[in-house]
């Protein structure tokens, strides 16, 4: 990377470069059984210069050509993606907690025979499928500028994702957990998953209507995903952000706190710095559901003449190649402050309402209005506080910006989940359609 | 190239292997609004190991040759474990040995095209929606995927085929005060860059529609008889029924096996769906998938029976059905799973006119703005739609989702259009993204579709 960033430096203004190293195995259980076992070892690099105040990008897997690969990110030059912003100089930054040494010596015997173990715990309890997904590995990051930053992390994981489905579908309920090592499934979890299952084996049609409905931590992200686009700083500056000119105003229930945290290094993939090297920070996105701040990169900020938040990330919606993305505008380590009311409270709270266990078609609707319109897969019927059964075609649909004004309860535990770390959320006066 | 990946899998003693080793080019210029995002053209490349050994199968994918031998090991290793761990060995189904080479015949070469055209092309495109007041914003990219396949496997196969994907394509975003409005448009496929051309209609056609979604009314949520457009009844046929088709989809399920089984009767008469990989110019188009299988078209639904199943070699020997060639990665990072290829509801005879006077009453739904299924439940939304009324279209409706259960709406298609239209971007995000995925349909009569409003 010194040689690269050495023959870059003679041919630009600035100089980016960042390399990732990945190494994963996967493990996967259907129906109980082993299905399969597959692993990877990736890298690659990335390279951004800056000249004459415009942008040059490339990327490849194998730095074996280093003049080739800077010619490739001067060829882009041409262009003229224009790049009036600096990289920045970051260095003393938190130390965190990320990488357990043991991950790499973890077998996949050692997971296989964990996955063994749920199935025998569930199997003779439930009467729905069970499927498993277990894996482990490591990213080694590191980012280097020509202002002197040289910036590297190490993170490992380990991750399990238990789910019971039901008849005919992959409609199941799940839960996940993520570790920075080994860690056996609690009991807790694999309850849960158990007894929710069990509880709303029969397939039930209740009528449709406004009524009381409960995101699940698996499902918030449909909610979240609009919040995303509205906040991110990308909306603000092509102007389809519909909260644009909201900061400081009260746009959700006063229950509701949100908030972006690099730095919480309980789970894995704590971050002190983004992939562009700016400072990563605690950043509330809504607090007591006044809007409080729009997260940006570097060329963001930039465009809107404010300071970058450490915001931007290589990441796209739809997974992508790390290496082979520029950085934008991304809210990866999001979560929604928890409330005071076990899950079960909640429920047992709730006199008629369905419960959003999975979601299909979190992607489609008009993401930037902050509308959702969701099949339920499944959803789960309650009555007088009990789950009485699951319930399919059918959807859940409504704008964020109405339904989040009216939350009853916020669940007190955090779980990892798709697109963040929630708890269990209850609106009210939400619109279900049934058959 | 084939003798280094011959040398690579020689050193196995598993009962079988592949790998596929692939270079990957790709061109991206995007724009947001009037600034351009991103230019350039990037070379990556890597490898995928797939190993069979005592029935069990594993994959190893990696970047560095130097890995090779450790990847071999490892996927040796996994396969080994697996079989210690399984009831019922994993088989591959026979398939000919085959030593080809196979570039696809193209309309105009993106690479013989220069860069500074392209992006005078997607310049122009994006332009055009950016003339007008009420368009806030456009996020317009071309995209050229260009990958170069080589596949040997110890049974003795090599082929190499290229595949070569470009297309035009984003998102057209209107706003009136707070309400935002957002319309899919594009142009693309697999034969070249000439498709590309003299498309300003498709955007212009496109940028109106994105206008009047601004004034068109909210739908009200509820279950209506409705009519799809060609790319609605697309993305049904892809997501709804498709995947479903998909052997590996349902291969560990023994509830959803034993609805899908062949003889069933799970749609209408008049329905009849295939796929066919080997239609020359369509988005989906190849010969060989990633396990070195010929495509074959298959015929899944015939006259409402379920006759046939996409399948890898795996599946097709645990299944005891005949190879179709459908086992497809999305590149050197994936082992290939089962994709469609170019999947569609084969015409009818009725005109569009004959469908709207058998609606009566209803909706008319048109262009598919992203779906998502599992098992017998789906869900996809629309861009727009317009209310009918005695057989006449009338006003334009928004917010359009519905949902539904695969075998209850198999059997309430009523009635087939013949006027048969396949799609020019795909995106299927079965784990991995499959950029040809390619799906069509004729224009359809559906009864009691479920409409999630807003």
Known sequence: MERLMQIARKVSDKVEIYSLDETSNSVSFENAKLKDIDSKFQSGFSLRIIKDGKVGFAFTKNLIDREEFVENALSSLKGGVEAEFDLPLTGNLPKLDTYDPSIGSLENNTIVDECNRICDILAPRTEGQINLYAGCGINRLRLMNSNGTDLSTDYSYYYTYTAIMYPGSYASISREGIYKKFKKTPDACLKYVLDTYNGSAKEVSPRGGKMKVLFLPETIYVLMWRLWHATSGKSIYQKESPISGKLGKQIFDSKLTIYNDPLNDRWPGARSFDDEGTPCQYFPIVENGVLKNFYYDLHYA???????????????????????????????????????????????????????AGALGAHSGNIPNGD???????????????????????????????VMKNVVAIEDTLYPASMGTYPAVLFDDVSVATK | MFKKLRSIISKTDADYADIRYEIKRETKISFNGKELGQIGSNTTDGYVIRVLKNGGISSVAFTKETDAEKALE????????????????????????????????????????????????????????????????????????????????????????????????????????????????????????????????????????????????????????????????????????????????????????????????????????????????????????????????????????????????????????????????????????????????????KTFDDLLVELGDGLYILDAKGGQTSGENFTFGAQYAYLVKDGKLGEMIRDINITGNLYKTLQNITAVGDDLVLCQIGGCGKGQLNIRSCNGAPHILVKNIIIGGV
Not at chain 2, 134 to 147: D, F
Not at chain 2, 191 to 205: D, M, Q, S
């Open chain 1, 302 to 356: 930039n465009k809107l003449n404010t300071k970058p938040t450490g915001h931007g990330f290589k990441s796209s919606g739809w997974g992508g190649d790390t290496i082979t993305l520029k950085p934008n505008p991304h809210l990866n380590h999001l979560f929604i402050k928890p409330g005071d009311k076990s899950l079960s409270e909640i429920i047992r709270s709730l006199d008629r309402g369905i419960i959003v």
């Open chain 2, 74 to 349: 490892s996927a040796s290793q996994n396969a080994h474990l697996i079989s210690k761990n399984i009831e019922k060995a994993v088989e591959f189904a026979k398939t000919k040995v085959i030593k080809d080479t196979f570039l696809p015949k193209l309309k105009e070469d993106p690479r013989k095209v220069s860069i500074d055209e392209k992006l005078e092309l997607t310049r122009k495109y994006n332009g055009i929606p950016l003339k007008h007041e009420g368009i806030s914003t456009t996020a317009i990219q071309y995209l050229e995927v260009i990958r170069e396949k080589y596949f040997a496997s110890t049974e003795g196969s090599e082929i190499r085929e290229d595949l070569i994907t470009t297309r035009i394509n984003g998102l057209i975003t209107s706003k009136d005060g707070n309400l935002i409005q957002n319309v899919r448009a594009g142009v693309g496929g697999s034969n070249g860059f000439a498709i590309l051309r003299n498309k300003e209609g498709e955007f212009e056609k496109k940028t109106g529609i994105a206008l009047d979604l601004l004034k068109a009314t909210p739908v009200k949520a509820g279950t209506y008889n409705v009519i799809l457009n060609p790319s609605m009844a697309g993305v049904f046929t892809h997501e709804a029924f498709g995947h479903f088709s998909e052997a590996d989809l349902i291969e560990d399920s023994p509830t959803m096996r034993e609805k899908m089984q062949l003889g069933a009767k799970l749609g209408n008469n008049v329905l009849n769906i295939i796929d066919d990989p080997t239609m020359p110019d369509q988005l989906g188009f190849y010969r060989y998938d990633d396990e070195g299988v010929r495509a074959r078209p298959t015929q899944l639904l015939k006259e409402g029976v379920l006759v046939g199943r996409l399948h890898s070699r795996r599946t097709a020997a645990a299944f005891g059905e005949p190879l179709s060639g459908h086992c497809i990665a999305e590149d050197y990072r994936y082992a290939p799973i089962i994709r469609m290829g170019n999947i569609f509801i084969q015409p009818g005879t």
């Open chain 1, 372 to 402: 959702f319109s969701i099949g339920l897969c499944p959803g789960l019927y309650v009555e007088n506080g009990e789950i009485v059964g699951y319930v399919k075609d059918a959807m859940v649909a409504g704008n964020i910006y109405e």
